[in-house]
């Protein structure tokens, strides 16, 4: 089935370090999210990548979208602690898709201040 | 404006017993998603409903679980004879519309323990 392979699966860094996740599918995309979980929590939505190629930034955070529409990045800038948390991709498939969001494993980040 | 709700927010079942586990989208919102969460796992898609329809199903065990999202009140999701492996966080997640372009939101979660 359709999967979407996420790594690494933890990254403990000291603050002020730079943290990359990376996501990776099986098949082509229609778009991807990305969503962040602090523990105890749930998932709340950071940001959506649609177009081939495309890079969005958010204040330390930079999204990219890879140009075949199979793989996305994440990077954090100079990490606080108050970027703790699980970041997970979800991709979406192509067409007759019914919306519905196939998550990767997370990676859960750890900040050290 | 309020956002997704869920309750009951932590549940604790019996082996063999029922859960049902509640969902209220956001306001003007009429699809709903239900996830499960394992611990240290990502989620998993179950079911993809709007009011009346399910319309897709595919992430839905064959038997013991149903869900529902009637005309009027919140979707429901239904365990039957719940066993130790439905031990999970349940999360649901509503969107304005299904097309790709929506963002979910998501709720707090059902943290179902089965004892």
């Not at chain 2, 009637?70 to 066993?83: A, C």
């Amino acid at each position: 089935g359709q999967q979407v392979m996420q790594i690494p699966q933890y990254q403990h860094v000291q603050e002020g370090e730079d943290f990359t996740t990376y996501c990776n599918s099986s098949t082509t995309l229609s778009n991807i999210q990305w969503y962040k979980q602090r523990p105890g929590g749930h998932p709340v939505f950071l940001i959506q990548l649609v177009k081939s190629g495309e890079v969005k930034k958010q204040k330390r955070l930079t999204f990219q979208f890879g140009e075949a529409k199979k793989n996305s990045s994440l990077h954090i800038t100079a990490t606080q602690t108050t970027d703790v948390g699980t970041y997970f991709c979800a991709g979406r498939l192509g067409s007759g898709n019914t919306g519905k969001l196939i998550f990767g494993q997370g990676t859960t980040l750890q900040v050290k201040p | 404006n309020a956002g997704v709700m869920q309750n009951p927010r932590h549940l604790v079942r019996r082996r063999g017993q029922e859960a049902r586990l509640r969902c209220s989208p956001m306001k003007g919102h009429s699809h709903v998603y239900w996830y499960r969460q394992l611990p240290e796992e990502g989620l998993k898609f179950m079911v993809y409903l709007q009011k009346e329809n399910i319309i897709d199903e595919s992430g839905m065990p064959k038997e013991r679980f149903s869900a529902e999202f009637p005309k009027e009140g919140p979707s429901i999701l239904r365990i039957q004879q719940v066993v130790r492996g439905d031990s999970a966080a349940y999360f649901c997640a509503s969107a304005r519309q299904g097309a790709v372009d929506y963002e979910q939101y998501f709720g707090p979660g059902t943290r179902l323990t089965v004892t």
